[in-house]
C-alpha cells in the first residue's frame, strides 16, 4: 500500500470514528428521525434493605419513542477522572414496554451502551436490574455494612443518550432498612413509610448527590446562624462514637469559616460532609459541589488528640465545591458521563485542592502548625530525595495516572510514580505562593489568586465555570506580573526542581530520629505500618510485610523486593523495635544489617549496608529569612 493510500485512507477512517462517536452521543435516531426525548422525567427507585446480602435492587421508567433506545450506563464519572463506572458489577438487566419484555443489546464496542427496541405505540419503558455490591474489600469499596451504607447515584441509574446530563430530568426514591437516618445534599419530597422521595434534580445533580445512611447518626452544625448551612452528618458503626468534644467541632467550625475567608464565596445553597466512622464500611473522599462522602477511623472523636489533630481529609474535599466542582478544567468537562476525559489540568484541579487542604486544616486548628509542617515535611523529602521516578517521568505526565492505573496500587512507586500530581502539585503550588509573596513585597499571595479565580460569582453552583492553562497564567499575572507560564511548565515539564520551593517560605528540609507526631499518627491509623523510607528505604506493615520499596535504596539494593515479608532482624524476630534497634545500633557498628526476608515459601537472609540511623523529616527556619510559611498556616481574621 502506498503512503498516499494510507493517508486517504486514514483520514476516511477518522471521519468514520467521528460520525460513529456523533451517532453515539446523539442515540440512534427513532423511526421519526427526531432526537430522544428528555423533556419527561425519568424515574429510579432504588432499594436499599437487603444488608444481609448487600444488593442493591433497581428500577427506573424511561420516557421513550417507539424505534431503538440507546441508554448509557456512567463510565466516565466525575472526580475519579477515569473510565470507571462499575459495570461489573451490574446484572439481571432485563427491559419491559405495555408489559412486554423488550429486546436489548449491549454495544460490544462500548459495553457501557445498551440497544432497546422499542415497539410502536411504547412511551416509555422499564428497567431493572441489579447492583452487587461488594461484599470483600478485594472486590471494591464495601458500601453496605448492617449497620450502614453508601449510595452513589451513578452505580444505580441507566440514562439517554442524546441529551447533556445537565438537561435530563430525575426523580429518584430510596427504601431504606427500617431504622436508617439518610443524608444527602438532595431535598426531601415526601415519605412513605421507610421509602424517601427527592425532588426532581437533572442527572447532573443527581450523580453529585451520594447518600450516606444508617443506624446510628449525628448531625452537627458548622455554621450556626448563617443563612448557607453547613452540616457534618456522621454515621458510625456504634453510637458511642458519635460523641464529639465541643472544642473539636468547633474546630470544625472554623475550617468552614476559614475556607469562606479564603475564597469569599459559597458555591451552594447549603452543605453536607457525609463523614463515616467506620471499620466496616470502606473509607472514601469524593468531592461534590453540596457534598462531600468522608471516611474516618472509628475513634475520629473518641481518640481526638488537640496535640495531634485531625487529618486534612475534609479540608481537601471541602476545597473542592470551589476547585473542580465550581470551576473546572475545560477537557475534564463532558456533556455527559460516557465522553472520555482528558486529565491534563489535576496539578490545578488537584494539586492545589492538597495545597489548600493542609493550609486550611492548619488555619483551622483542626491540625496544630507543628503537625502541619511535619505533614508538608513528609512531602518535601518525597519529592527531595525518594522520587527517582522523576529522573524518566515528569510531574505533568503523572496527571494520566487516573486513565493508566485506575488507582490500583503499585509495587515500586517511587519509580513508577503513581498520581503525583497531588502532592507533587501541592508543592508548584507552595512555591507559587512564595513567589507571589516575594515579588509583591508580602502585599499578596497565592490567597489573592484563589479569591480572584475561584471566589467568583458569590451563590452561583448549578452551572459549570471552566479554565485552561492560559486562564490560571492569566489570573496570576493580574494577582503579580511575572512569566508565570515559564515558571509553571519548567516545573510540571521536569526542568526545574519543585521540591526547593518549601525553602523559599524560610523554612528547610531536615532529619533526626524522632518521627514526630504526624508520622506516629499515621502509624496508629494503619495499624502498626512504620515507614522507613528515609533510612533504609521501606514500608513495613504491623505483621512485617513489605508493602514499599525505595527505588535503589538500600533495602532495593539488598535485593528486597515488595510483597516479601520480614521475618526476623539481626536473628531476631521482626518487631518495630527490633528494627529501630538495628537501625539505630548500626550509626556506630560497621556490620549490615542482616534481615530474614520470606518471598513465597522461600526464605532468605539480605545485608542492608546502611549507617545513617532513623531518619524521619521536618522542617527547621531558616535564620535571616522571610517567614513566609508561618503567615500561609496562620487563621484569616
Given at each position: 500500500?502506498s503512503?498516499?493510500?494510507?493517508?486517504?485512507?486514514?483520514?476516511?477512517?477518522?471521519?468514520?470514528?467521528?460520525?460513529?462517536?456523533?451517532?453515539?452521543?446523539f442515540?440512534?435516531?427513532n423511526?421519526?428521525?427526531?432526537a430522544?426525548?428528555?423533556?419527561?422525567?425519568?424515574?429510579?427507585?432504588?432499594?436499599?434493605?437487603d444488608?444481609?446480602?448487600?444488593?442493591?435492587?433497581?428500577?427506573?421508567?424511561i420516557?421513550?419513542?417507539?424505534?431503538?433506545?440507546?441508554?448509557?450506563?456512567?463510565?466516565?464519572?466525575?472526580?475519579?477522572?477515569?473510565?470507571?463506572?462499575?459495570?461489573?458489577?451490574?446484572?439481571?438487566?432485563?427491559?419491559?414496554?405495555?408489559?412486554?419484555?423488550?429486546?436489548?443489546?449491549?454495544?460490544?464496542?462500548n459495553?457501557?451502551?445498551?440497544?432497546?427496541?422499542?415497539p410502536?405505540?411504547?412511551?416509555?419503558?422499564?428497567?431493572?436490574?441489579?447492583?452487587?455490591?461488594?461484599?470483600?474489600?478485594?472486590?471494591?469499596?464495601?458500601?453496605?455494612?448492617?449497620n450502614?451504607?453508601?449510595?452513589?447515584?451513578?452505580?444505580?441509574?441507566?440514562?439517554p443518550?442524546?441529551?447533556?446530563v445537565?438537561?435530563?430530568p430525575?426523580?429518584?426514591?430510596?427504601?431504606?432498612?427500617?431504622?436508617?437516618?439518610?443524608?444527602?445534599?438532595?431535598?426531601?419530597?415526601g415519605?412513605?413509610?421507610?421509602?424517601?422521595?427527592?425532588?426532581?434534580?437533572?442527572?447532573?445533580?443527581?450523580?453529585d448527590?451520594?447518600?450516606?445512611?444508617?443506624?446510628?447518626?449525628?448531625?452537627?452544625?458548622?455554621?450556626?446562624?448563617?443563612?448557607?448551612?453547613?452540616?457534618?452528618?456522621?454515621?458510625?458503626?456504634a453510637p458511642?462514637?458519635?460523641?464529639?468534644?465541643?472544642?473539636?467541632?468547633?474546630?470544625?467550625?472554623?475550617l468552614?469559616q476559614?475556607?469562606?475567608?479564603?475564597?469569599?464565596?459559597?458555591?451552594?445553597d447549603?452543605?453536607?460532609?457525609?463523614?463515616?466512622?467506620?471499620?466496616?464500611?470502606?473509607?472514601?473522599?469524593?468531592?461534590?459541589?453540596?457534598?462531600?462522602?468522608?471516611?474516618?477511623?472509628?475513634?475520629?472523636?473518641?481518640g481526638?488528640?488537640?496535640?495531634?489533630?485531625?487529618?486534612?481529609?475534609?479540608?481537601?474535599?471541602?476545597?473542592?465545591?470551589?476547585?473542580?466542582?465550581?470551576?473546572?478544567?475545560?477537557?475534564?468537562?463532558?456533556?455527559?458521563?460516557?465522553?472520555?476525559?482528558?486529565?491534563?489540568?489535576?496539578?490545578?484541579?488537584?494539586?492545589?485542592?492538597?495545597?489548600?487542604?493542609?493550609?486550611?486544616?492548619?488555619?483551622?486548628?483542626?491540625?496544630?502548625?507543628?503537625?502541619?509542617?511535619?505533614?508538608?515535611?513528609?512531602?518535601?523529602?518525597?519529592?527531595?530525595?525518594?522520587?527517582?521516578?522523576?529522573?524518566?517521568?515528569?510531574?505533568?505526565?503523572?496527571?494520566?495516572?487516573?486513565?493508566?492505573?485506575?488507582?490500583?496500587?503499585?509495587?515500586?512507586?517511587?519509580?513508577?510514580?503513581?498520581?503525583?500530581?497531588?502532592?507533587?502539585?501541592?508543592?508548584?503550588?507552595?512555591g507559587?505562593?512564595?513567589?507571589?509573596?516575594?515579588?509583591?513585597?508580602?502585599?499578596k499571595?497565592?490567597?489573592?489568586?484563589?479569591?480572584?479565580?475561584?471566589?467568583?460569582?458569590?451563590?452561583?453552583?448549578?452551572?459549570?465555570?471552566?479554565?485552561?492553562?492560559?486562564?490560571?497564567?492569566?489570573?496570576?499575572?493580574?494577582?503579580?506580573?511575572?512569566?508565570?507560564?515559564?515558571?509553571?511548565?519548567?516545573?510540571?515539564?521536569?526542568?526545574?526542581?519543585?521540591?526547593?520551593?518549601?525553602?523559599?517560605?524560610?523554612?528547610?528540609?531536615?532529619?533526626?530520629?524522632n518521627?514526630?507526631?504526624?508520622?506516629?499518627d499515621?502509624?496508629?491509623?494503619?495499624?502498626?505500618?512504620?515507614?522507613?523510607?528515609?533510612?533504609?528505604?521501606?514500608?513495613?506493615?504491623?505483621?512485617?510485610?513489605?508493602?514499599?520499596?525505595r527505588?535503589?535504596?538500600?533495602?532495593?539494593?539488598?535485593k528486597?523486593?515488595?510483597?516479601?515479608?520480614?521475618?526476623?532482624?539481626?536473628?531476631?524476630?521482626?518487631?518495630?523495635?527490633?528494627?529501630?534497634a538495628?537501625?539505630?545500633?548500626?550509626?556506630?557498628?560497621?556490620?549490615?544489617?542482616?534481615?530474614?526476608?520470606?518471598?513465597?515459601?522461600?526464605?532468605?537472609?539480605?545485608?542492608?549496608?546502611?549507617?545513617?540511623?532513623l531518619?524521619?523529616?521536618?522542617?527547621?527556619?531558616?535564620?535571616?529569612?522571610?517567614?513566609?510559611?508561618?503567615?500561609?498556616l496562620?487563621?484569616?481574621?
Amino acid at each position: 500500500m502506498s503512503l498516499s493510500k494510507f493517508r486517504i485512507i486514514g483520514a476516511v477512517g477518522v471521519v468514520v470514528l467521528l460520525v460513529l462517536a456523533g451517532s453515539l452521543y446523539f442515540g440512534l435516531r427513532n423511526r421519526s428521525g427526531e432526537a430522544p426525548v428528555t423533556q419527561r422525567a425519568i424515574s429510579v427507585a432504588v432499594d436499599v434493605t437487603d444488608l444481609p446480602q448487600r444488593v442493591i435492587q433497581v428500577k427506573q421508567t424511561i420516557p421513550v419513542r417507539p424505534g431503538t433506545a440507546d441508554l448509557f450506563f456512567p463510565q466516565w464519572l466525575p472526580g475519579n477522572h477515569s473510565p470507571s463506572g462499575p459495570i461489573d458489577k451490574i446484572a439481571g438487566i432485563a427491559f419491559t414496554g405495555a408489559g412486554h419484555k423488550l429486546e436489548w443489546k449491549r454495544d460490544p464496542l462500548n459495553v457501557y451502551a445498551f440497544k432497546v427496541t422499542v415497539p410502536d405505540g411504547v412511551e416509555s419503558i422499564d428497567a431493572s436490574f441489579q447492583y452487587f455490591t461488594p461484599t470483600d474489600s478485594a472486590q471494591g469499596r464495601v458500601v453496605m455494612t448492617p449497620n450502614m451504607l453508601n449510595l452513589q447515584w451513578n452505580a444505580v441509574v441507566l440514562y439517554p443518550a442524546g441529551a447533556p446530563v445537565s438537561e435530563i430530568p430525575f426523580n429518584a426514591s430510596v427504601t431504606y432498612p427500617p431504622g436508617f437516618e439518610a443524608g444527602t445534599a438532595l431535598e426531601v419530597a415526601g415519605k412513605d413509610g421507610d421509602t424517601v422521595k427527592y425532588k426532581t434534580v437533572p442527572l447532573d445533580v443527581l450523580v453529585d448527590s451520594p447518600v450516606y445512611a444508617g443506624r446510628y447518626h449525628k448531625v452537627f452544625d458548622l455554621a450556626p446562624g448563617a443563612k448557607t448551612p453547613v452540616r457534618l452528618q456522621v454515621f458510625a458503626d456504634a453510637p458511642e462514637q458519635l460523641e464529639a468534644k465541643p472544642e473539636h467541632i468547633e474546630r470544625h467550625r472554623a475550617l468552614v469559616q476559614q475556607a469562606v475567608k479564603l475564597y469569599g464565596s459559597q458555591h451552594y445553597d447549603h452543605y453536607d460532609f457525609l463523614l463515616s466512622l467506620s471499620d466496616q464500611l470502606s473509607s472514601n473522599g469524593l468531592e461534590h459541589q453540596r457534598s462531600s462522602e468522608d471516611g474516618e477511623p472509628t475513634d475520629y472523636f473518641t481518640g481526638w488528640n488537640p496535640a495531634v489533630g485531625s487529618d486534612d481529609l475534609l479540608g481537601h474535599e471541602y476545597t473542592h465545591s470551589w476547585n473542580g466542582k465550581f470551576r473546572r478544567p475545560a477537557d475534564l468537562w463532558t456533556p455527559n458521563y460516557n465522553v472520555p476525559m482528558q486529565d491534563s489540568l489535576l496539578w490545578v484541579y488537584e494539586g492545589q485542592t492538597q495545597y489548600w487542604g493542609n493550609v486550611l486544616t492548619g488555619r483551622s486548628g483542626l491540625r496544630p502548625a507543628e503537625v502541619s509542617r511535619d505533614a508538608l515535611a513528609s512531602v518535601v523529602a518525597a519529592y527531595t530525595d525518594n522520587r527517582p521516578g522523576l529522573t524518566w517521568r515528569n510531574l505533568q505526565d503523572t496527571t494520566n495516572d487516573p486513565i493508566i492505573a485506575q488507582r490500583r496500587p503499585k509495587p515500586y512507586r517511587s519509580w513508577q510514580l503513581s498520581e503525583d500530581y497531588y502532592q507533587g502539585g501541592q508543592l508548584v503550588w507552595l512555591g507559587v505562593d512564595a513567589r507571589i509573596r516575594e515579588l509583591s513585597g508580602n502585599t499578596k499571595s497565592l490567597d489573592d489568586f484563589a479569591r480572584a479565580f475561584f471566589g467568583v460569582d458569590d451563590g452561583k453552583w448549578a452551572s459549570q465555570n471552566t479554565y485552561d492553562f492560559d486562564a490560571v497564567v492569566s489570573t496570576l499575572n493580574r494577582v503579580v506580573p511575572d512569566d508565570w507560564s515559564k515558571y509553571l511548565r519548567d516545573r510540571l515539564d521536569g526542568k526545574e526542581p519543585f521540591a526547593a520551593s518549601v525553602e523559599k517560605t524560610g523554612w528547610k528540609l531536615v532529619y533526626d530520629n524522632n518521627p514526630g507526631a504526624f508520622l506516629t499518627d499515621q502509624r496508629k491509623q494503619a495499624e502498626g505500618a512504620v515507614n522507613y523510607t528515609y533510612s533504609i528505604g521501606l514500608n513495613v506493615s504491623g505483621e512485617g510485610k513489605v508493602t514499599d520499596v525505595r527505588w535503589d535504596g538500600p533495602a532495593f539494593k539488598a535485593k528486597v523486593g515488595s510483597g516479601m515479608t520480614v521475618v526476623s532482624v539481626n536473628d531476631a524476630p521482626y518487631s518495630q523495635a527490633t528494627m529501630e534497634a538495628a537501625i539505630e545500633a548500626a550509626k556506630t557498628d560497621p556490620a549490615p544489617i542482616r534481615l530474614q526476608v520470606k518471598d513465597f515459601d522461600q526464605t532468605r537472609t539480605v545485608e542492608l549496608d546502611y549507617h545513617d540511623g532513623l531518619r524521619y523529616p521536618h522542617l527547621q527556619r531558616i535564620d535571616g529569612t522571610p517567614d513566609y510559611l508561618t503567615q500561609i498556616l496562620a487563621a484569616r481574621n
